[in-house]
């Protein structure tokens, strides 16, 4: 089988030349082109070399149509308003691509869904490591088990001083296997911050709590607290990698599938089957 043809969007960024360095290094896929919004000073400058994975002979370009002719797949982890629009070019072309963008509206996330119904094959997630997915899988395991009465759940995360959302779309992950292992809806329990005189914690709730600070890749832990014990749960990013790794094996597993929303549960085969 050839190569799957992939274009990364954001190259300049962190996860962009994580992505490029790595495509080099993966059985399977090819790096078709390199994009940066136009006037960005990475525009130009080869790939490879602005990656620290020595010259490609493939500058990062600004012209996403021409990057976006002839490949197999897109991946992004750009900005919200950024992957709507390319999901919608991923829908037309029938291409795979692959978001790791966080920070999405209920909005954004909707027209995601309807450009995959469309014709896109679109792996969508919060956190594209194996880690944090078997962690997900773990939390709702534990909210199921767990009374909800008795054991309450608290959500913390730590990330790097330029991250721009919070909570970060790992947590909002973890909340909703959370959410789904108590069988409620997580928008109905949530407490995304506390401050002043907040009065005692409702029953029920998912509390989250942000940090942001240095160099942290990425700290995630849900904390069961009951009545004289506390079960923890943590997942500790060391090195950026871990999700730039998981998208390419994200993008190899959405070839050949059907157009549709998928996530990191249904690559790593931790999803309930769909009905067919």
């Not at 190259?11 to 030349?17: I, S, T």
């Not at 999405?104 to 869904?113: E, P, R």
């Not at 395991?141 to 721009?164: N, Q």
């Amino acid at each position: 089988m050839d190569e799957m043809r992939l274009v990364v969007v954001g190259a300049a960024g962190r996860m962009g030349r994580t992505l490029v360095a790595l495509i080099g290094e993966t059985k399977g896929v090819t790096l078709h082109a390199a994009v940066e919004r136009p006037g960005a000073e990475a525009v130009g400058v080869d790939a490879g070399i602005l990656a620290g994975a020595g010259s490609l002979g493939l500058a990062v370009t600004a012209d996403l149509d021409a990057a976006l002719s002839g490949a197999d797949g897109i991946i992004d982890f750009t900005a919200p308003a950024t992957s709507v629009a390319l999901a919608a070019r991923a829908s037309a072309a029938g291409l795979v691509h692959v978001i790791g963008t966080t920070g999405c509206s209920a909005a954004d996330d909707a027209a995601i869904a309807r450009f995959a119904a469309d014709g896109a094959r679109i792996v969508k997630s919060g956190n594209m490591s194996l880690g944090v997915n078997l962690l997900a899988g773990l939390v709702e395991l534990a909210a199921r088990a767990l009374p909800a009465g008795s054991v309450d759940i608290e959500i913390a995360e730590m990330h790097h001083r330029h991250k721009v959302d919070a909570p970060s779309g790992t947590a909002l992950l973890l909340g909703k296997a959370a959410a789904a292992g108590r069988g409620v809806d997580l928008a109905s329990v949530e407490v995304l911050s506390r401050e002043g005189q907040t009065g005692a914690r409702v029953p029920g709730a998912i509390g989250f709590a942000a940090l942001r600070g240095g160099s942290v890749i990425g700290e995630h832990s849900v904390i069961f607290a009951a009545d004289g014990e506390r079960l923890e749960l943590v997942h500790r990013a060391e090195d950026r990698s871990i999700f730039a790794r998981g998208a390419l094996s994200a993008a190899l597993w959405a070839q050949g599938r059907p157009a549709g929303l998928y996530t990191m549960q249904d690559v790593l085969g931790l999803a309930a089957p769909r009905p067919a």
